[in-house]
């Protein structure tokens, strides 16, 4: 019913979109191993189980939640619903204070205890460093 050349093509797109949907998914797979979202302090309270692999928390800096010891910092992280209190050790970035997005990566000690290895500040499309402000205010 259909000639050679319909069949060949037909055989030629099947066998490209066969490809691309391999491929995509293969890329795909490889990437969520090494993709971290990170969850809100209302999304780990709604966790059935609690993992212990190295995890993110995001939300923002709580005001009036830091306390800074020697070598150790406490602060809380809130969505405006939920709160989850961190622990770090280590160095802050010039990013990180109250009422502003932090990320912390690390590890849960339970729904409400977060033990951060890594503070990772967040900033709005305005933001600008304070050399280049200062740089710009002296022209």
Same mark, same amino acid.
């Given at each position: 019913m259909y000639g050679r050349k319909v069949k060949l093509r037909?055989?030629?797109?099947a066998l490209i979109l066969i490809t691309l949907i391999l /491929?995509?998914?293969l890329v795909l797979k490889s990437l969520e191993e090494n993709v971290v979202y990170f969850q809100s302090p209302s999304e780990i309270k709604a966790l059935s189980e609690l993992d212990k692999k190295?995890? $993110?928390?995001?939300?923002?800096v709580k005001k009036d939640s830091i306390l800074v010891k020697a070598t150790e910092m406490r602060f809380i992280i809130?969505?405006?619903?939920?709160?989850?209190?961190?622990?770090?050790?280590?160095a802050i970035?010039?990013?990180f204070e109250e009422?502003?997005?932090?990320?912390?990566?690390?590890?849960?000690?339970? $729904?409400n205890?977060?033990?951060? /290895?890594?503070?990772?500040?967040?900033?709005?499309?305005?933001?600008?460093?304070?050399e280049v402000k200062q740089a710009l205010g002296e022209k």
């Amino acid at each position: 019913m259909y000639g050679r050349k319909v069949k060949l093509r037909f055989l030629f797109v099947a066998l490209i979109l066969i490809t691309l949907i391999l /491929t995509a998914f293969l890329v795909l797979k490889s990437l969520e191993e090494n993709v971290v979202y990170f969850q809100s302090p209302s999304e780990i309270k709604a966790l059935s189980e609690l993992d212990k692999k190295k995890i $993110r928390v995001g939300g923002m800096v709580k005001k009036d939640s830091i306390l800074v010891k020697a070598t150790e910092m406490r602060f809380i992280i809130t969505d405006f619903k939920n709160e989850i209190n961190v622990t770090y050790t280590g160095a802050i970035p010039n990013l990180f204070e109250e009422g502003k997005g932090v990320v912390a990566e690390g590890f849960l000690k339970d $729904r409400n205890f977060f033990s951060a /290895t890594k503070i990772l500040a967040k900033h709005d499309e305005n933001y600008m460093p304070p050399e280049v402000k200062q740089a710009l205010g002296e022209k």
